[in-house]
């Protein structure tokens, strides 16, 4: 009982000085329309993701670009009003694509690409980015880190190769749960874990 009271203590304490950090492989947000396009169905929920609403689905797409494709890429729902391919720098020098580094949802004058499903296929003429690193928050978590919407700052990760990362953009919302994303490449750079955690410099 008193082991179990340790790790509970250890654990709020974690919660409230550093972030979890997760990373994110390439993936597509499609639009209802599109759905219907490749599946001929609204997407599937496989299982939930750490953003609460958020979802993997079952369904999955290739994505093709001017050099090279990806066969069984992740499609991630509820449908959004607009398409968004996110992949790391490197995919884009697999598909001949440069991707520019955005804000989710910041994807007017980025990248085209073509989006192929059993049921058809989609020719996006922009929509292909590289996430820029952010860390999600609640409206209450952006109060105890002292950090505001939008707001850059620093994330120092403790994960084998230890590093710090600038330019990470903080979201709050009060439906968002705390996490830093990060995709595979900076995931790579710092040996990413399950399980590691970074401390937010202001």
Sequence with gaps: MEQIDID???DAVLAQLFVPVEASGRHVHITAQQAQTLF?????????????GQF??????SIIGPKGEFRNVAV??????EAQVEISLTDGKTLGITPPIRPSGQVTGSPGAVLVGPKGQVELTHGVMAAQRHIHLSTAEGKRFAVSDKQIVKLQVFGPRPVIFEDV?????PDFRCAAHLDYDEANACGFRKGCFGRIIP
């Design 76 to 81: 991630l729902g509820p449908e959004r009003k």
């Design 56 to 61: 993997l689905a079952k369904e999955r797409l």
């Design 40 to 52: 001929g169905h609204p997407l599937t929920p496989d299982r939930p993701l750490s953003q609460p």
């Design 169 to 173: 953009l903080v979201r709050i919302h």
């Design 8 to 10: 509970k203590l250890a």
